[in-house]
């Protein structure tokens, strides 16, 4: 049954389809969120990074410090920020020393990692979300 399903799912006509949305639905929550941090103050300094370790979705700048910002758009605050997973966390704070490590202009900078949560309408910016080790902040 299992091998089934993955069969069926994997042979869907619609599942490029659903990346698609997908992919749509998180370029919005991105976008939503630079102009929610732009109003905060912050001013962009990249968008979608990729680097071997994973995806940043968005780095930001406030006076000298980098934000790395992780957005998570779900049908709800909680869910969202339920979706930013230890594992998700180190990968991030992998990514960010990949993407540090080719920008010395940016060494002297304090370093933070955001989240910033959309949901039902709503939105909820969390500074130091997790720290470096990719541990969340307590």
Request: glycine share 6%; hydrophobic share 45%.
């Amino acid at each position: 049954m299992h091998l089934r399903y993955r069969t069926e799912r994997m042979t869907d006509p619609r599942t490029p389809q659903r990346r698609r949305a997908a992919n749509r639905r998180g370029r919005t929550a991105e976008w939503i969120a630079s102009v929610f941090l732009l109003l905060k103050g912050y001013q962009p300094v990249a968008w979608r990074v990729r680097t071997p370790a994973g995806e940043i979705d968005l780095i930001m700048r406030r006076k000298r410090t980098i934000v790395f910002v992780e957005v998570k758009q779900r049908a709800s605050l909680d869910v969202a920020a339920e979706a930013i997973t230890p594992l998700q966390q180190s990968r991030i704070a992998r990514a960010a020393s990949l993407w540090l490590a080719r920008r010395p202009e940016f060494a002297e900078d304090t370093l933070r990692f955001d989240a910033v949560m959309i949901g039902r309408g709503r939105i909820r910016h969390v500074r130091d979300a997790f720290g470096a080790d990719g541990r969340l902040a307590r």
